[in-house]
């Protein structure tokens, strides 16, 4: 830590675990919550635009920050890819601003709906990609690679979102039946989605699965026991304040580590990978992503601008630091990089998200007018 008037501050190199726990427990309460907001039916056509978000943009994202991190930072591959896998996924307490709303509320919009499952799903799925840059960076060659595919990327997923999905839909069981028979206080619902996700992400992380995807999974199973139930409105409240708070505490962290020696620490190309993310990246990717899906022009535009990068970035950037596999130079740059980034997103997406969305809003009621008369 960094001592100023007696005053002890956090250091991300040196008390990354802090950051990394902090983090961490803001997000999969964040993620339980976005599960439980979406009511839409689990099929490939009703979630295709999410699929084109996580399987083409996502991993163009990662690649495209990838190669500026090695080309233009100067870091190494390892290095290069855990940057852009923590800088991937769109934050899902940031994006809830311009997504779905809370359960019950019918009226889910293309875009509103796409860019809140993407928040959901993304940050467990980033992080194959984030222990494939460790991997990089700890041994090089390609020995590891089948461990990498089928613990990672195959077992840890699946079990992540099987234990989130069935654990969801038995604690909504357990709750609710508490509930009826009046063993369970009413007042209680909101403290629900915290005890519930806690359980599902200790239980993933256990057997080596992806307790975000865990904390999700949960959020939708939860919803699906008895999707029209009251108590799931209770249970989002509930959520919604820690998550709140949780978020509100880790940016105040992360504002009180920002320093001029931080930023000069990014050096300029980290600096300025934070607009290349913003207008260019983010843009290309999902204008790549969604040709011949026949979204409209403005909700592609919309998709394109609200990757709003937050807590699952700092929460990433901390947990590879931690691992002390990132030379410390290195970890500096790509700890200060993120950090830009996160601080540019969440005032720019800030500024622009709530008109950005009214006006989305007002544009589809009026043509829905149109089109009813």
């Known amino acids: 830590m960094i001592r100023t008037f007696d005053i002890a501050w956090l250091d991300p190199i040196e008390d990354a675990e802090i950051v990394e726990r902090l983090a961490e427990f803001a997000l999969i309460v964040a993620l339980f919550s976005t599960g439980l907001k979406l009511d839409r039916r689990l099929s490939w056509r009703e979630w295709g635009s999410v699929v084109r978000l996580l399987g083409i943009v996502m991993p163009l994202t990662i690649a495209a920050i990838a190669l500026v ?54 940050d467990g799925l980033a992080f194959p990609f984030v222990t494939l840059g460790l991997f990089v960076a700890a041994e090089g060659g390609g020995g590891w690679i089948a461990e990498w595919l089928l613990a990672d990327a195959l077992y840890a997923v699946a079990v992540g979102v099987g234990i989130g999905a ?17 063993l369970l206080a009413r007042e209680l619902d909101g403290w629900v989605a915290v005890a519930a996700v806690l359980v599902l992400y200790g239980a993933a992380e256990l057997i080596g699965g992806f307790g975000f995807l865990a904390a999700f999974a949960g959020g939708l199973g939860f919803r699906r026991y008895e999707r029209d139930h009251e108590a799931n409105e209770r249970v989002h409240e509930g959520a919604e304040v820690v998550e709140k708070f949780s978020e509100l505490a880790a940016i105040l962290l992360l504002g009180s580590m920002v320093t001029l020696a931080g930023w000069s620490e990014a050096g300029w190309a980290g600096v300025a990978l934070a607009p290349l993310l913003l207008l260019a990246i983010r843009p290309l990717s999902v204008f790549a992503a969604f040709v011949g899906s026949g979204i409209s022009s403005r909700d592609r535009a919309f998709l394109a601008w609200f990757g709003v990068r937050g807590v699952g970035s700092l929460y990433y950037a901390a947990a590879a630091i931690a691992t002390g596999l990132l030379a410390v130079d290195e970890a500096r740059s790509v700890f200060w990089a993120i950090a830009v980034c996160v601080i540019a997103s969440i005032v720019v997406h800030g500024i622009t998200g709530s008109p950005f969305a009214g006006r989305l809003t007002r544009r589809a009621e009026h043509a829905k007018e149109r089109s009813a008369t």
């Open 69 to 122: 991190g090695g080309l233009v930072m100067g870091l190494s591959l390892g290095a290069a890819v855990v940057l852009g896998a923590a800088l991937a996924p769109t934050d899902p307490v940031l994006a809830g601003d311009v997504g779905v709303g809370p359960p019950g509320e019918e009226d889910e919009r293309e875009p509103h709906f796409a860019v809140t499952a993407e928040a959901g799903l993304n």
């Open 166 to 182: 069935l654990g969801g839909w038995l604690l909504a069981a357990g709750v609710l039946r508490l509930r009826a028979k009046g």
